[in-house]
């Protein structure tokens, strides 16, 4: 049988790894993709704790969770989509004025 | 080693290849199909751990629902190359200290506070989805039902912002 710490160590190398890529990436769309790999990593330590706990709760938030990114991809998406067409670049160090 | 720790280091090290190559890529849509590896290497992890339901939707949901979505902006949008600009030294300097010691963080808390219940963990017995499904429209249906309310919210803030205005 696999440890439980395994999975959560996993799950913090995994969110460390989205951090990373949120600080170090420049391309809007890759930020908002380290984003998903964070909410992924939350919700491998979730499903490890409903399995470790015996407790089926866990397993129902990991589907909200997948609900509330599925909604904030197509609203973060339709964001990037209107920023772009503003700006005509991708990239979050130009996209640094409120104001055009 | 018996045979699901070797499974579980085979899709752990896919995942975590797989986020570092996210990192590294240049090319967004090459990110994107990263991500997707990660994604199947989780989906693959919950099946080892018996969360039978969560996987299929993991597949289902951010491997084709979501990243179609992603693949089908960068597409749309014709991303190129990501440049390279150098406007904040700060994110140089502090980015990677900063990442080690957040992930070092959760790690230590997370190690710390199950140090109780990592003696057996998790014995793989498949979550029914029977049970699963009990519990989502039982006890957690008003959850449920705001969801649905999100995702109308959702779907009508991504019309009226993705319109040309006139």
């Known amino acids: ?100 | 080693m018996t045979g699901p720790v070797i499974i579980f280091f085979v899709l752990a090290a896919l995942a975590v290849l797989g986020a570092v190559s996210l990192i590294l890529q240049r090319h967004p849509i090459h990110s994107a199909l990263s991500l997707i590896v990660v994604m199947v290497a989780l989906a693959g992890l919950y099946l080892l751990m018996g969360a039978e339901f969560v996987a299929a939707v993991q597949i289902i949901v951010y491997g084709g629902a979501i990243m179609v979505l992603f693949v089908f902006v960068i597409m749309l949008l014709n991303a190129g190359e990501e440049e390279r600009t150098n406007f904040s030294k700060l994110a140089t300097y502090a980015g990677i200290p900063l990442a080690v010691a957040t992930a070092g963080l959760i790690a230590a808390a997370i190690v710390r506070s199950s140090a109780g219940l990592s003696s057996a963990g998790p014995n793989g017995t498949l979550t029914s989805t029977k049970t699963l499904s009990m519990l989502l429209f039982r006890e957690f249906v008003y959850p449920f039902e705001l969801t649905s309310f999100l995702i109308l919210v959702a779907i009508l803030g991504a019309i009226v912002l993705a319109q040309r205005e006139n």
Request: proline fraction near 1%.
């Open chain 1, 1 to 100: 049988m696999v440890p439980t710490n395994y999975y959560l160590l996993l799950s913090a190398i995994l969110f460390g790894l989205g951090i990373v890529a949120f600080v170090f990436k420049r391309n809007i769309i890759t930020i908002f993709m380290a984003i998903e790999l964070m909410l992924n990593a939350v919700n491998l330590a979730f499903v490890a704790f409903s399995q470790a706990l015996g407790k089926t709760e866990g397993e129902v938030f990991v589907l909200f969770v997948i609900v509330v990114a599925a909604a904030e991809a197509a609203v973060g998406l339709g964001i990037i989509i209107v920023t772009a067409r503003n700006r005509r670049s991708l990239n979050v160090e130009r996209v640094d004025l409120l104001k055009l």
